[in-house]
């Protein structure tokens, strides 16, 4: 059964950068499409990034577009999220998901992303 463990979490200063790590086990990813959900205290888990099994299709939420960088190495069965220029609202625990099937699309069902690791906290702050 596949695991997703993730890394990179921490404390860090508004304008910093932060690389998320994603490491999968006891399966591969190939042929899921990969994710980086997030939630905030109080707020629902909301989707920052995507990419499709071929790694040819990303999708960002408007928050990060342009801040954020996911990234996949199937060989490495591993899952990448780089992000600049942080600023409070990025605060959040940071979860790798795996879709069902290889797809990425703008709009997402929860329910369609049937792997998830624990989670990793991020914190921005002064």
């Known amino acids: 059964q596949l695991l997703l463990v993730e890394s990179g979490g921490g404390l860090v200063q508004p304008g910093a950068f932060l690389r998320l790590s994603c490491a999968a086990s006891?399966?591969?990813?190939?042929?899921?499409?990969v994710a980086w959900f997030r939630q905030a205290p109080g707020k629902e888990r909301e989707r920052v990034s995507c990419?499709?099994?071929?790694?040819?299709?990303?999708n960002y939420a408007d928050s990060v577009r342009g801040r954020f960088v996911i990234s996949r190495d199937n060989s490495e069965n591993t899952v990448t999220l780089q992000m600049w220029s942080l600023n409070p609202e990025d605060t959040g625990v940071y979860y790798c998901?795996?879709?069902?099937?290889?797809?990425?699309?703008?709009?997402?069902?929860?329910?369609?992303?049937?792997?998830w690791g624990q989670g990793t906290q991020v914190t921005v702050s002064s």
């Open positions: 990419m499709s099994d071929s790694g040819l299709i990303t």
């Open positions: 006891g399966g591969t990813l190939e042929g899921h499409g």
């Open positions: 998901a795996a879709h069902r099937s290889g797809w990425c699309t703008v709009v997402y069902e929860l329910t369609n992303y049937v792997r």
